[in-house]
């Protein structure tokens, strides 16, 4: 099942990059440093799709203290984290040519980073609570908690003056770029989102293999 | 506008380079834990033998 996945996986990448570098045109503006949109968005969908996931799955485990709850709120958190790192550093390195510099204190970024750290704080927390059952308990609730932060990173740019550019894509109304471009968009937004599943049914399954060495 | 490839190049190996070591340590301690398992299970399938009376 798993090097199903992996193998569906795989193909998925390897077409994202062949439609984002080999069918995708040069953007006008930008020129081709464009091309980091194929991997810098995606991996920020994966961000909130994993910490929805945090999310939802905190709840059920507070309500019905399943371990394979606790269990995929800590796999999806540690991957949510992984792809927040790599949205704030490809985005980092975007903006270096784009916008003249590495970074700025700008509406986005800062609630991006924000993010980051509370999940960090979220897999830290974890991993200093010796008690198994307590230290599920406490990161279900901060697990919820932190969910908040992610409309706040979402519409930071609409509600908040700022030099990043708004969705192009999560947005209401009719899109404005061109089909080519969207479809490589999607493609990578497939891609990502089967490498999540793929992320955090092993780490789950890591997880389980750990607490039963423990037992 | 320039089209600054060492950009591009940086942001899409940086990313290769993460995702590959997080996907090696999963399969290594994936790994790692499930010969762990094995070795037990054949360690109390041993001392089970062990524990039966011989004829």
């Known amino acids: 099942m798993s090097s199903l996945l992996g193998g569906v996986t795989l193909a998925g990448l390897v077409a994202g990059l062949v439609l984002g570098f080999g069918i995708a045109p040069r953007e006008a503006t930008q020129g081709n440093v464009q091309r980091i949109m194929y991997l810098h968005v995606p991996s920020v969908w994966v961000a909130y799709l994993a910490f929805a996931v945090v999310l939802v799955a905190s709840i059920v485990y507070l309500v019905r203290r399943a371990e394979s709850a606790d269990r995929l709120a800590h796999a999806s958190a540690e991957v949510g984290v992984l792809f927040t790192g790599l949205t704030i550093a490809t985005g980092s390195i975007w903006g270096k040519p784009t916008w003249g510099t590495w970074w700025t204190w700008d509406a986005r970024l800062t609630t991006v980073s924000i993010l980051f750290v509370m999940y960090l704080g979220y897999l830290l927390l974890r991993g200093m609570i010796e008690d198994r059952e307590r230290g599920a308990r406490f990161a279900a609730v901060l697990g919820i908690v932190a969910a908040f932060n992610i409309p706040l990173v979402h519409f930071s740019v609409y509600w908040w003056r700022t030099l990043h550019q708004p969705p192009s894509l999560m947005k209401p109304g009719p899109g404005t770029m061109p089909g080519v471009i969207v479809t490589a968009l999607l493609v990578n937004f497939a891609a990502f989102t089967l490498l999540y599943a793929y992320f955090v049914t092993r780490r789950a399954r890591v997880l389980r293999l750990e607490a039963e060495a423990e037992a | ?55």
């Open chain 2, 1 to 55: 506008m320039a089209d600054h490839w060492s950009f591009v190049l940086a942001a899409y190996g940086l990313a290769l380079i993460v995702l590959a070591a997080y996907w090696r340590f999963l399969v290594r301690r994936e790994r790692e834990l499930s010969e762990g398992h094995q070795v037990l299970r054949e360690g109390s399938g041993v001392s089970e033998q062990a524990r039966r009376p011989s004829p």
